[in-house]
């Protein structure tokens, strides 16, 4: 990895070339970010949406199928095909909610949080090795510019407690 903490920062941050160069490196940083889980995905012959229904599963357990829609922004056919994979393999439990039937509460079984965890831990020490290399300042600086990025209600998820507080993706479910 280049050293950046040497490179001088330019003033005019918001010309053509800085943000033309911000979309790239966030193309390149995804496509590393993503093939680490893709590797550990191909073993189950799962894809990416795979990943993000388990991610976000495992961070919000009992959450409804309606709230995870709302969370992915994919059709309910995408959801289905994926989740019902995710359930006949044992990766997903599916209840029925207490108040209202008509939900269905998903949590992760041990297999599947073994699954996230894998995937996890991969992704993990590549941010965590990046968020070393550049610094504590930076840190927060790549948090601002992300969160500048999402949409109000998505936002909202990471108030100012962080992404595990009260306003963050985890909730209890009770």
Known sequence: MADISTRKVNPLFLRE???????????????????????????????????????????NPGITVSDLLSILRITKQSLSRVLSQLVRE??????????????????????????????TEKQRGLIA?????????????????LLGMLEDDDRKRFADDGPSGPNGLRRQVG
């Open 17 to 59: 070339e800085e943000l033309r160069q911000g979309i790239e490196l966030l193309f390149y940083a995804y496509r590393d970010f993503t093939a680490v889980a893709d590797q550990v995905l191909e073993q189950y012959n799962f894809g990416r949406a795979h990943h993000r229904v388990i991610y976000f599963v495992s961070r």
């Open 90 to 119: 044992g990766f997903i439990d599916q209840k029925t909610g207490l108040q209202d039937r008509r939900q269905r509460l998903l949590t992760l079984t041990d297999k599947g949080d073994a699954l996230e965890r894998e995937i």
């Open 129 to 145: 090795a990046a968020y070393r290399e550049a610094g504590a300042e930076s840190v927060e600086g790549f948090r601002k510019v």
